[in-house]
C-alpha cells in the first residue's frame, strides 16, 4: 500500500495468458465480469480512528475490458504486455486491476490480467482467475469489525510485544547485537534509479526450486552482479504475525552444486527476514508511510529475487475451451518515476505440463540492451531448450 504513495516501488502483478487459437470477445467480456464480482471486486478503506488499521470493502468498479483489434506480431507480444500496466491501479479508490486482450497476427489470441500487489499475492490472483476463466464469481465477502476494537487490540498487542523485546535487549547480548547489526544495514542499503527491462523464455523442462536458484543466479552473474550473489526467496509461512509469507536470503556461488544450495535455502528459511530483536512487526501498522517505509528498508536486502511461483491450476488452462500454450506470471513496477530499489533482477517461474515459463525483470539501465541475449547463452549453456517471447 505504501508503494502506491510514493514510499518506495510499485508492484503490479501480471499474468499473460496466451492460445494458439482466436477466442472471441464475448467470451473474454464475461471472465471479466466474473473478476469483477469476485476476490479482485475490492477497495481499501482508511479507518477515521488513530491507531486502527484499514480495511477491505466491497467494490465492482473496474476498468473496461480494453480489446485491441488489430493483430500484434510475434515480435510485438512482450512489449504489448509490458506496456498494460501502464495505467493508474489503486487499490485505495479504485480500481486496482484490468484485464486486456489482443488478436496475434499468427492467428492466436494474448491476454494480460494486471491488479495492484496490494488486491492481491500471486497464489491470490492465480485462484480469482482460476474462477472467472470457468465461470464461477464468488462475491468477496466483508469482514464486520470495528475499528475502535482493533486499534485498540493492536496497540495492546504492539505494546506488550515491545515490552517483552526491550526485556530482552537488557538480558541478551545477542538480542542486542542483532538490533545493533539491524540499525547498521539500513544504513548501507544501496539503492538505485529504475530503468525496467524484460524477457520472458519457454523452457521445455520442469525445474525444481533449487534447480530455479542456481539458474537465475549464474544469469545474474552473466549479467556483471559479482558472487557470492544474494537471492531472496519467498516461501509460504505459519508464523504467528504474518501475513503467511516469508522471506529467506541465500547466497549463492558458480561453484555451489544443487545439493549446496538446498541446504543453504532450507537454512535461510528457518531464519527469515523479519522485525529485529523480537520486536512486533505489527508495529510499522501504528507508523506513518513515510517513517514505516523507512524501517522495513533494509529487510530482504538482497539484489535478486526468485519467486517459484509453481504448477499453474487446471483452472486457467483453458477459456470457452480454447487452450493456453502457455503462461506468464510476474511482477512488473510501471510509473516508477523516480522511485528507487536495491533489486537488479526478479525472476518469476511458472509451469504448465512440460513447459516451465521463465519472467525476468532488471531494473538497472546496464541490463537494457543485454538482458535476453544473456540469459538466453545461460539457458543454451545449461542444456535447457527454450523459446524467447
Known amino acids: 500500500m505504501r508503494t502506491h504513495r510514493g ?19 464475448v467470451d473474454f467480456a464475461a471472465v471479466h465480469a466474473n473478476l469483477a464480482s469476485g476476490q479482485l471486486g475490492r477497495k481499501i478503506v482508511s479507518p477515521r480512528v488513530p491507531g486502527a488499521r484499514r480495511r477491505w470493502t466491497r467494490s465492482t468498479e473496474s476498468h473496461p475490458l480494453r480489446y485491441d483489434a488489430e493483430p500484434l506480431s510475434e515480435d510485438k507480444v512482450l512489449s504489448w504486455a509490458d506496456a498494460q500496466g501502464d495505467i493508474e491501479l489503486d487499490p485505495e479508490f479504485g480500481p486496482g486491476w484490468r484485464m486486456s486482450v489482443a488478436a496475434v497476427e499468427t492467428g492466436g489470441t494474448v491476454m494480460s490480467l494486471v491488479c495492484s500487489h496490494t488486491l492481491a499475492d500471486a497464489a491470490g490472483l492465480i485462484a480469482a482467475a482460476g474462477r472467472a476463466f470457468e465461470g464461477s464469481a464468488p462475491e468477496f465477502r466483508v469482514r464486520r469489525s470495528s475499528d475502535l476494537g482493533d486499534a485498540v487490540s493492536l496497540a495492546a498487542r504492539v505494546a506488550a510485544g515491545s515490552v517483552r523485546a526491550s526485556a530482552s535487549l537488557v538480558l ?23 530503468h525496467p527491462s524484460t524477457a520472458i523464455f519457454d523452457i ?12 537465475v543466479a549464474e544469469i545474474a552473474a552473466s549479467l556483471g552482479e559479482r558472487e557470492p550473489i544474494s537471492v531472496n526467496v519467498p516461501f509460504r509461512s505459519n508464523a504467528r504475525g504474518t501475513n503467511r509469507i516469508g522471506m529467506a536470503t541465500v547466497s549463492v556461488s558458480g561453484t555451489d552444486t544443487l545439493a ?32 514505516a517505509a523507512t524501517m522495513t528498508s533494509s529487510l530482504g536486502t538482497a539484489r535478486v529475487l526468485c519467486s517459484n511461483i509453481g504448477a499453474l491450476p487446471e483452472s486457467i488452462a483453458s477459456i470457452s475451451g480454447h487452450r493456453a500454450t502457455t503462461v506468464a506470471t510476474r511482477a512488473i513496477h510501471p510509473n516508477a518515476g523516480r522511485s528507487r530499489t536495491k533489486t537488479v533482477l526478479s525472476a518469476y517461474i511458472s509451469t504448465m505440463g512440460s513447459t516451465s515459463t521463465l519472467s525476468l525483470v532488471g531494473t538497472e539501465n546496464r541490463f537494457v540492451p543485454i538482458l535476453t541475449d544473456r540469459a538466453a547463452a545461460v539457458l543454451t549453456r545449461r542444456g535447457l531448450p527454450h523459446k524467447s517471447w
Open 7 to 25: 514510499f518506495g516501488l510499485p508492484i503490479v502483478l501480471q499474468g499473460i495468458w496466451r492460445s494458439d487459437e482466436r477466442v472471441d470477445r
Open 172 to 194: 541478551s547480548r545477542d538480542s542486542r547485537r542483532e538490533l545493533t547489526g539491524y540499525v547498521r544495514s539500513r544504513k548501507t542499503v544501496e539503492f538505485h534509479d529504475v
Open 204 to 215: 521445455e523442462a520442469n525445474l525444481s526450486n533449487t534447480a530455479f536458484i542456481s539458474l
Open 260 to 291: 549446496d544450495i538446498k541446504r543453504a535455502t532450507k537454512a535461510a528459511i528457518a531464519t527469515p527476514a523479519n522485525a529485529p530483536s523480537g520486536f512486533p512487526a505489527e508495529a510499522v501498522q501504528l507508523m506513518s508511510d513515510a517513517r
